[in-house]
């Protein structure tokens, strides 16, 4: 593909098509399929608005640190007992109406081989950054038997959360590849950008290898009982528009197209996104997640209220006294009624230091009967 051609991207998928699930899955069963989380997801209107929070499963949980105790971040997330008590941590504390899988970005990378660890107070950090043809070239693809402590870790929180939804995740494509072009964490992801105009041939290629690291990722996680999956693109905010449809959003739709056969809902989610939404929505998605830069209202203008939104408390209001967070929360409500439906969530992830009381508070209001009808 050419650098500045936009190819024309599908339409949403319906999320109608469930044939293709095994016979015990959640949304086959009757577990999730009427869930207030998945209705939501569908452009219904539940009784009471679904919530949960992205990165709920830790970090500010005093039962996930002692758990965690002893063992690293890639540890924890490839060892399924782990995995799945810590992805039911939140569930059990907070009562939200979905667990997210307890995973890391970086986790698909790993199993396909790539030397990577997650550094304490740095994050990601690569043996080797992937910047040439030829590191391309060289990257492996992952394989199904590596994807087994995933479906394990999977099955197991399925089994523990009953009727309460399981959501899947993974890093966008971009996401990954800025991880591996940078060899670490970045600010401006610059080294990424150039290499996206200075190589696109080599750019192209990585970012194929990455959407189908993801779409593997995102399909194990659905056919061991993730009743919906998030793609998380965390980085793509420092993109311009055309650069993400010409140079991006072709491999995101790649890396959801491994589970659209599975006829789950997909949301999108990444940060500081606002002038990139419509493009991002237009890969082929059916929920949008919005950050807390742009209220939800201006959301669903600029992607039409026929869209599901997800968001976007701010998460720097969490330690703020309860009667002003009150009145974020409730704005944050009011103005999701704009769309066809809208999920209660963060515009971000938990702050480690948050109260994990105030997560449980605001699960009450967002469930309460007053809220809903006001």
């Known amino acids: 593909m050419a650098v500045g051609q936009r190819s024309p991207l599908p339409a949403r998928s319906t999320i ?45 949980l005093p039962e996930y640190r002692a758990i965690r105790a002893g063992s690293t971040m890639l540890d924890a997330c490839l060892d ?42 740095r994050g990601p950090v690569l043996g080797a950054p992937i910047r040439s043809a030829a590191d391309v070239a060289s990257l492996r693809r992952l394989e199904l038997d590596a994807l087994a402590p995933i479906a394990e870790g999977v099955a197991r929180a399925v089994a523990g959360l009953g009727t309460t939804p399981l959501i899947g995740f993974a890093g966008a494509p971009f996401t990954l590849a800025a991880y591996l072009v940078e060899g670490g964490p970045s600010k401006d992801h610059l080294r990424a950008r150039t290499l996206m105009h200075a190589d696109p041939a080599t750019w192209d290629a990585l970012l194929g290898w990455a959407a189908d690291v993801t779409g593997a990722f ?5 056919l061991a009982g993730a009743s919906a999956v998030q793609l998380f693109d965390s980085w793509v905010g420092s993109l311009s528009v055309s650069d993400y449809e010409s140079r991006v959003a072709p491999f995101s739709h790649q890396a959801i197209a491994h589970v659209t056969d599975l006829g789950i809902p997909v949301v999108h989610f990444g940060v500081g996104t606002g002038e990139l939404l419509r493009s991002m929505y237009a890969i082929g998605v059916d929920v949008m997640g919005v950050d807390d830069r742009i209220p939800l209202d201006e959301a669903s203008r600029r992607l039409g ?13 969490l330690a703020a006294p309860w009667p002003v967070l009150e009145a974020h929360v409730r704005d944050v409500i009011t103005r999701g009624r704009a769309a066809t439906s809208h999920i209660l969530n963060l515009g971000h992830g938990v702050p480690p230091e948050t109260d994990p009381d105030v997560l449980t508070r605001i699960v009450q209001l967002a469930h309460a009967p007053s809220v809903v009808h006001a």
Not at 307 to 312: D, H, I, R, S
């Open 80 to 121: 399924p007992e782990l995995s799945s008590e810590i992805t039911l941590q939140p569930v059990r504390r907070h009562g939200v109406d979905a667990g997210i899988f307890f995973s890391d970005i970086v986790v698909p990378l790993k199993l396909a081989g790539i030397d990577v660890d997650i550094v304490p107070g």
């Open 305 to 317: 209220a026929s869209v599901p939104l997800q968001g976007n408390i701010n998460p720097a209001m």
């Open 218 to 222: 995102l399909r194990a996680q659905v």
């Open 16 to 60: 109608l098509n469930l044939v293709n699930l095994p016979a015990s899955h959640p949304l086959i069963d009757g577990r999730t399929a009427d869930s207030s989380l998945i209705r939501a997801y569908r452009g219904d209107r539940p009784s009471t608005t679904p919530v949960w929070f992205m990165r709920q499963a830790g970090r500010s």
